[in-house]
């Protein structure tokens, strides 16, 4: 167990709707990081947030949307979803804004589109 | 950009026995962070063994070791007295340590199954 939950596990819905994934980091952790990981490929860096800011941003869509709350917790945000939007997305957090601090990842959320 | 290139979509190994996985990157910079995550059934992932490019001594992490070959720009794991629990996916990943983004990079993936 990392320590980093992510709520909900599974997530199924149809297409052109919006979910919100939500992601509680470590106790302590600063920055969460937000991954897609389709069907046996990589992962993909969508986007990280540093103590409630914006601090990296990756291959994320103009669809998907994240914030991090004066808690530190983080919702990421998909809408008008697509077929291709079915994926794990995975959470991750670190002590520190830089990637070098060791990531400790969440058990994923999958999302299916149907 | 940089890229991450894992050539072995999937790798098998007799329980005990020794298993490397390759990895080969391209990048012009000289400062670079280098990961290998495991990501086994549960599809949780697992940070194995890092290494930073300003080293040059191999990292160790008990039966895991990388062999850093920076000139080459290839950073292979070898796992040691393979064991049933290593069955996983194992995916590579470079971090910039000059690029303000710090994006992590991934490697598609390489599947390890092992073999009792």
């Known amino acids: 167990d990392s320590g980093v939950t992510q709520t909900p596990k599974h997530l199924i819905t149809a297409t052109g709707q919006r979910v919100t994934l939500r992601c509680s980091p470590r106790?302590?952790?600063?920055?969460v990081y937000w991954y897609q990981q389709s069907l046996d490929q990589g992962l993909q860096f969508l986007i990280q947030y540093y103590n409630g800011e914006e601090r990296a941003k990756g291959n994320i869509l103009e669809r998907f949307s994240a914030q991090q709350f004066p808690d530190l917790h983080s919702e990421l945000n998909l809408s008008s979803l697509e077929l291709g939007d079915s994926a794990l997305y995975f959470c991750?957090?670190?002590?520190?804004?830089?990637?070098?601090?060791?990531?400790?990842f969440g058990p994923g959320t999958r999302l299916t589109v149907l | 950009a940089q890229t991450v290139t894992q050539s072995q979509p999937e790798m098998s190994v007799q329980e005990a026995e020794t298993v490397t996985l390759s990895c080969t990157y391209d990048?012009?910079?000289?400062?670079?962070?280098l990961f290998w995550y495991k990501q086994p059934p549960s599809r949780q992932m697992i940070l194995v063994i890092r290494?930073?490019?300003?080293k040059q001594q191999n990292a160790t992490e008990n039966r895991f070791s990388v062999n850093f070959q920076k000139a080459a720009k290839s950073f292979s794991l070898k796992i040691s007295d393979s064991q049933l629990g290593d069955a996983a996916m194992y995916f590579c990943?470079?971090?910039?340590?000059?690029?303000?983004?710090?994006?992590?990079?991934w490697g598609a993936g390489t599947k390890l199954i092992i073999k009792p």
């Open positions: 290494q930073e490019a300003y």
């Open positions: 990048t012009s910079e000289s400062d670079y962070y």
């Open positions: 991750a957090s670190s002590v520190g804004s830089g990637f070098y601090n060791e990531q400790f």
């Open positions: 106790s302590g952790d600063l920055s």
């Open positions: 990943a470079y971090r910039s340590e000059t690029d303000s983004n710090y994006q992590l990079i």
